[in-house]
């Protein structure tokens, strides 16, 4: 099963870290998830899984963004 990923999550430059700091807008890895197609990228994710049956998967932004590290 497959559910879309909510529209309203928190960028990384909207992150609030009350001990610290968070990645900032010149760490590579924010950089790197400013030019991926994230919407593209759960398209095709989302067509291997059912809508209505089976366990729900992890997201799409996890799935591929652990392979890319990889």
Do not use: C
């Not at 968070?22 to 989302?46: C, H, M, Q, S, T």
């Not at 366990?55 to 590290?69: C, E, Q, W």
């Amino acid at each position: 099963m497959y559910r879309k990923r909510d529209k309203g999550q928190l960028t990384m430059d909207e992150l609030y870290l009350p001990f610290g700091d968070g990645p900032g807008a010149n760490n590579r890895w924010v950089k790197i998830a400013g030019i991926i197609l994230w919407d593209f990228i759960e398209e095709g994710y989302a067509r291997n899984f059912s809508e209505e049956s089976g366990r729900p998967s992890i997201p799409s932004r996890v799935a591929f963004g652990a392979l890319f590290i990889s």
